[in-house]
């Protein structure tokens, strides 16, 4: 089996930073992308930020200047580095990973339970 744990969400003011992190633990052989994704109530479910095993990244256009995504790959663990939080940017942040289990040549998509982010006006 494999889990991911998310931490560091909670309540912030506008302008304010918080740092996500997400550790993947268990049967784990590699790691490919690394991501977060958030979701607002009565909103679906987006993509925030996602980091190849390589490092390279890719983010909604709403947060770029604003998050930086990160990741150590020797920890498993992905990073979420929010700056100037919004109001907006207040939902339910969810880790995924796209793992390598051992004896398995197939990546599956796991997720954590997610951490509730919320910011104030």
């Known amino acids: 089996q494999v889990q991911l744990v998310e931490s560091g969400g909670g309540l912030v003011q506008a302008g304010g930073s918080l740092r996500l992190s997400c550790a993947a633990s268990?049967?784990?052989?590699?790691?490919?992308?690394m991501g977060w994704n958030r979701q607002a109530p009565g909103k679906q479910r987006e993509l925030v930020a996602a980091?190849?095993?390589?490092?390279?990244?890719n983010y909604a256009d709403s947060v770029k200047g604003r998050f930086t995504i990160s990741r150590d790959n020797a920890k498993n663990t992905v990073y979420l580095q929010m700056n100037s939080l919004k109001p907006e940017d207040t939902a339910v942040y969810y880790c995924?990973?796209?793992?390598?289990?051992?004896?398995?040549?197939?990546?599956?998509?796991?997720w954590g339970q997610g951490t509730q982010v919320t910011v104030s006006s």
């Open positions: 995924n990973a796209d793992v390598f289990r051992y004896y398995s040549n197939k990546a599956q998509l796991y």
């Open positions: 268990g049967s784990i052989r590699s790691i490919n992308a």
């Open positions: 980091i190849t095993s390589g490092g390279s990244t």
